[in-house]
């Protein structure tokens, strides 16, 4: 059995069907529900340096990484806030 990917996002992991879902998901969620890109790529670069980050699951909160970051209303699970 493959060793869980720490620090990697979902879009950095082998393709599965329930992968490539989440993804279009992710895609799909409309431009005024989303932070700007910008912000989305800050957001998730934080949450890579994060040892807290294992296959693209916050350890803290235990939601995909990728998603909470796109979500203006949303923050850093972890204590200390990252974001």
Same mark, same amino acid.
């Given at each position: 059995m493959a060793q869980p990917c720490k620090k990697? #996002?979902? /879009? *950095? #992991? /082998? =393709?599965?069907? &329930?992968? *490539?879902?989440l993804l279009a998901y992710i895609r799909s969620v409309p431009e005024e529900s989303r932070v700007d890109e910008a912000?989305?790529?800050r957001r998730l670069a934080q949450c890579r340096a994060c040892g807290s980050l294992?296959?693209?699951?916050?350890?803290q909160c235990g939601? &995909? =990484? *990728?998603?909470? =970051?796109l979500r203006p209303e949303q923050r850093c699970a972890a204590p200390e806030r990252k974001w």
């Open positions: 990697c #996002l979902l /879009a *950095e #992991l /082998a =393709a599965t069907d &329930f992968t *490539e879902h912000t989305y790529q294992v296959s693209g699951i916050c350890t939601c &995909f =990484a *990728e998603l909470r =970051a």
